[in-house]
T-cell receptor
Framework: GAVVSQHPSRVICKSGTSVKIECRSL??????MFWYRQFPKQSLMLMAT?????????EQGVEKDKFLINHASLTLSTLTVTSAHPEDSSFYIC????????????FGSGTRLTVV | DAKTTQPNSMESNEEEPVHLPCNHS???????IHWYRQLPSQGPEYVIH???SNVNNRMASLAIAEDRKSSTLILHRATLRDAAVYYC???????????FGKGTLLTVNP
């Protein structure tokens, strides 16, 4: 089945620094990837849709200058949290889908970001 | 986006069947019904999806009402590893964004 690899699984950074999270589709090409954020005891909230070779589409209320998304190839999308602050601490999850509609969407294992 | 309604929580005993309901009365004709589950501190995992007919796979079965306004995810024999939050989501098309609701927290008792 389709596999999405997300790294790192955990990261702690200092306030004001930037953090990059990678999401790779290992055995399929993903023209579209999705980035979610999940706060404790809450559901997943879609942040943006990442399209290979074009600008990401951000959901309302998500700062595009703070959450930089790059989807430079069919197998890699990155999310960079710039000038991170403690309120950005969250669980970030990426997702993609193969072109084969027999399968659903595949999710990465998530990245736990803690900003101190 | 069409919305779904699920119970906040359900409880089951190990090795017994579990029926997780989902109401989606505003579903459109092209909406697929997707089910995902999420274990603590992990990304969601695909369980099953369908359009009109009932579906079976190695993980579960999906029973879809004839009018498609509701569906039921069936775990035939619950195990402790099935304890998770289960999300029922309507998806209108390939590569369309998935919108997650609160889901159903399934507790499995030994």
């Amino acid at each position: 089945g389709a596999v999405v690899s997300q790294h790192p699984s955990r990261v702690i950074c200092k306030s004001g620094t930037s953090v990059k999270i990678e999401c790779r589709s290992l055995d399929f090409q993903a023209t579209t990837m999705f980035w979610y954020r999940q706060f404790p005891k809450q559901s997943l909230m879609l942040m943006a849709t990442s399209n290979e070779g074009s600008k990401a589409t951000y959901e309302q209320g998500v700062e595009k200058d703070k959450f930089l998304i790059n989807h430079a190839s069919l197998t890699l999308s990155t999310l960079t949290v710039t000038s991170a602050h403690p309120e950005d601490s969250s669980f970030y999850i990426c997702s993609a889908r193969t072109s084969d509609r027999e399968y659903g969407y595949t999710f990465g294992s998530g990245t736990r970001l803690t900003v101190v | 986006d069409a919305k779904t309604t699920q119970p906040n929580s359900m409880e089951s005993n190990e090795e017994e069947p579990v029926h997780l309901p989902c109401n989606h009365s505003t579903i459109s004709g092209t909406d697929y019904i997707h089910w995902y589950r999420q274990l603590p501190s992990q990304g969601p995992e695909y369980v099953i999806h369908g359009l009109t007919s009932n579906v079976n796979n190695r993980m579960a079965s999906l029973a879809i009402a004839e009018d498609r306004k509701s569906s039921t995810l069936i775990l035939h024999r619950a195990t402790l590893r099935d304890a998770a939050v289960y999300y029922c989501i309507l998806n209108p098309g390939s590569n369309y964004k998935l919108t997650f609701g609160k889901g159903t927290l399934l507790t499995v008792n030994p």
